[in-house]
């Protein structure tokens, strides 16, 4: 039996409006969290105190996860609204 390929499914205008939408969504997610994340390495890199580990290259590398990590879970917690406004802003261009 030979199965011939269908080609693309289409998609409505609503389904691919939609799509645009959560991807907007989603860029302007990751865009505060980097932009978080930047800030918290920022923050860090300015403090004199030499922290609970140090100031190794090791401590740099796990402060550099943490802060990462720190800001994916603040942006994808409602975040400082950087997100929020860039999506208002940006929506009307789909």
Same mark, same amino acid.
């Given at each position: 039996?030979?199965? /011939?390929?269908?080609?693309?499914?289409?998609?409505?205008?609503?389904?691919?409006?939609?799509?645009?939408?959560e991807?907007?969504? /989603?860029?302007?997610?990751?865009?505060?969290?980097?932009?978080?994340?930047?800030?918290?390495?920022?923050?860090?890199?300015?403090?004199?105190?030499?922290?609970?580990?140090?100031?190794?290259?090791?401590?740099?590398?796990?402060?550099?996860?943490?802060?990462? /990590?720190?800001?994916?879970?603040?942006?994808?917690?409602?975040?400082?609204?950087?997100?929020?406004?860039?999506?208002e802003?940006? /929506?009307n261009?789909?």
């Amino acid at each position: 039996m030979i199965i /011939k390929d269908a080609g693309p499914v289409p998609i409505s205008v609503n389904n691919q409006t939609e799509a645009s939408k959560e991807k907007l969504k /989603k860029a302007c997610a990751d865009f505060e969290s980097i932009f978080l994340s930047y800030m918290l390495k920022t923050m860090r890199a300015s403090s004199s105190e030499p922290g609970l580990v140090g100031k190794s290259h090791e401590s740099k590398i796990l402060y550099a996860m943490y802060d990462e /990590k720190l800001s994916e879970e603040i942006a994808g917690s409602g975040g400082i609204g950087l997100a929020n406004i860039l999506l208002e802003k940006l /929506k009307n261009r789909l």
